[in-house]
T-cell receptor, first 114, second 111 residues
Framework: KAGVTQTPRYLIKTRGQQVTLSCSPI?????VSWYQQTPGQGLQFLFE???????NKGNFPGRFSGRQFSNSRSEMNVSTLELGDSALYLC?????????????FGPGTRLLVL | DQQVKQNSPSLSVQEGRISILNCDYT??????FLWYKKYPAEGPTFLIS???IKDKNEDGRFTVFLNKSAKHLSLHIVPSQPGDSAVYFC??????????WGAGTKLIIKP
């Protein structure tokens, strides 16, 4: 069974630009969560999607948005990029909501904003 | 305000000895706690968990202890092996299934 895949793996953008990151969950998984990881801050929860609906949202500005498609693939968009958005963005999928132990993470997309 | 804290950014332990990683939390509503392990260039992988109704959970070389009164949990690895060298994250779950993560502790196992 293929794992969680994230594209692209690395990305360099400049301030003010926007970026879209993609996450393909494990086949059969309907819940997709996004996290931002920065040094010294651990993982910060961005949002969770389940059955194409955002079910949970972390404390991030409206510049961060996402969506989920009918095949459970998810995209995350960050508009008007700031230097502080440089981070590793991780996507995790699980079969159903609440099954945090069986949440599988992708390798992440490393975003650098110049 | 960090609700989950891992105060040791790094820890170095001799191979074969016990590794003890600590985690403190502030929110008494957390009802589930998890430890994840992360290697470079990979996403975190689930290691072990504990419910707030228990005070200990064991899985092979890994044991997690929970002290609710102190709002403290710890992960014990015995014996430590070179492959255990990684970053360990503590995370807590609330009723909304949202995971709140600590900043991580880098464990280095010396041969």
């Amino acid at each position: 069974k293929a794992g969680v895949t994230q594209t692209p793996r690395y990305l360099i953008k400049t301030r003010g630009q926007q970026v879209t990151l993609s996450c393909s969950p494990i086949s059969g998984h309907r819940s997709v969560s996004w996290y931002q990881q920065t040094p010294g801050q651990g993982l910060q929860f961005l949002f969770e999607y389940f059955s194409e609906t955002q079910r949970n949202k972390g404390n991030f500005p409206g510049r961060f948005s996402g969506r989920q498609f009918s095949n459970s693939r998810s995209e995350m968009n960050v508009s008007t990029l700031e230097l502080g958005d440089s981070a590793l963005y991780l996507c995790a999928s699980c079969r159903d909501r609440g099954l945090v132990e069986t949440q599988y993470f992708g390798p992440g997309t490393r975003l650098l904003v110049l | 305000d960090q609700q989950v804290k891992q105060n040791s950014p790094s820890l170095s332990v001799q191979e074969g000895r016990i590794s003890i990683l600590n985690c403190d939390y502030t929110n008494s509503m957390f009802d589930y706690f998890l430890w994840y392990k992360k290697y470079p260039a990979e996403g975190p992988t689930f290691l072990i968990s504990i419910s707030s109704i228990k005070d200990k959970n064991e899985d092979g070389r890994f044991t997690v202890f929970l002290n609710k009164s102190a709002k403290h949990l710890s992960l014990h690895i015995v014996p430590s092996q070179p492959g255990d060298s990684a970053v360990y994250f503590c995370a807590a779950s609330d009723s909304n299934y949202q995971l709140i993560w600590g900043a991580g502790t880098k464990l280095i196992i010396k041969p």
